[in-house]
């Protein structure tokens, strides 16, 4: 028994100790930031379903009394939200598909085809992702106006149907692909597309599902280029017209309830896409580690 307390006492137990108390403290950090994190998201839930006597009253409480609908339902019958999601999808469903299918292309072609100023091609596309967003909003919006492109479903897509993050990230990926799994394709006769389409890009799945996450995220929550490519109501995004209706625009009183239960549903959908594909994510890049 001596012998076993003494061990326990030695360098290997207080080691053993440090250890498990810094793994305790750790953990707790952790704890306490995740809930710093999640308290606002929980606050927004809790008044989303709140009277607006309530929300006003007791506006840090993510508890309702009593527990109501209505913020949801003026939502959807004293505003324009069912208009606002369906210019978000639509918009982010063609932004999300155009930018993986031509970064994609854009980026196989910087990595793997040799034309003359592929080099200086690609330090301008590094450059542009330099330069701030907020620069390029007049430029935007005088060619749009130019083309005449202005306040249409176009001026929301098209200017953004191509991102040069995209484009560096299918690049580096690519490169990372052995150059012998295309010789092999062209051996059998493939030409360049076909290598690309049938051969490289499923290698690339875990690319093209961070490409994908990265895209609807950003697409779904733009508000920014919103402001200088429409002004009509009728086309508003979400993000546009959560701002329009926060600025105001039913009037008078804090109705918290009814702009925090919009925000909520402006939020699910991210949240959601985010979980799904994270899930592929990990397992296209477990069997990208496999297949290396």
């Known amino acids: 028994m001596a012998t076993v307390k003494s061990a326990g006492k030695g360098p290997g137990g207080s080691e053993a100790a440090r250890s498990l108390v810094s793994v305790f403290t750790g953990y707790c950090v952790l704890i306490f ?123 929301l897509i098209l200017p953004v149907i191509v991102d040069a993050a995209g484009v560096f990230i299918m690049k580096q990926f690519f490169e990372s692909i052995p150059v012998s799994v295309e010789e092999a394709a062209r051996i059998d006769g493939a030409g360049v597309f076909r290598t690309f389409w049938s051969v490289v890009l499923p290698m690339a799945r875990p690319a093209l599902i961070t490409l994908t996450i990265i895209s609807f995220q950003g697409t779904w929550n733009e508000f920014p280029h919103t402001l200088v490519a429409v002004q009509s109501p009728e086309l508003f995004t979400l993000p546009r017209g959560l701002a329009d209706l926060v600025s105001g625009s039913l009037g008078t009183g804090t109705q918290y309830p009814l702009k925090l239960g919009a925000a909520l549903m402006a939020t699910v959908p991210v949240a959601l896409i985010f979980v799904v594909f994270q899930r592929y994510f990990v397992r296209g890049a477990n069997e990208g580690s496999d297949k290396g």
């Open 33 to 155: 930031f995740a809930l710093v994190f999640l308290y606002p998201f929980v606050i927004q839930i809790g008044n989303s379903f709140k009277t607006e006597p309530d929300a006003a009253a007791h506006p840090l409480s993510p508890f309702p009394d009593p527990f109501s609908t209505s913020g949801y339902e003026k939502a959807f019958l004293n505003t324009d939200l069912p208009l606002w999601l369906g210019n978000s999808l639509l918009v982010t469903v063609i932004v999300t598909l155009g930018r993986v299918l031509l970064d994609s292309m854009a980026g196989y072609a910087l990595a793997r085809l040799r034309f003359r100023g592929r080099r200086a091609l690609f330090s301008a596309i590094i450059a542009v992702m330099a330069v701030p967003g907020v620069v390029l909003f007049i430029p935007k919006f005088l060619v749009l106006n130019q083309l005449g492109l202005y306040d249409s479903y176009t001026a």
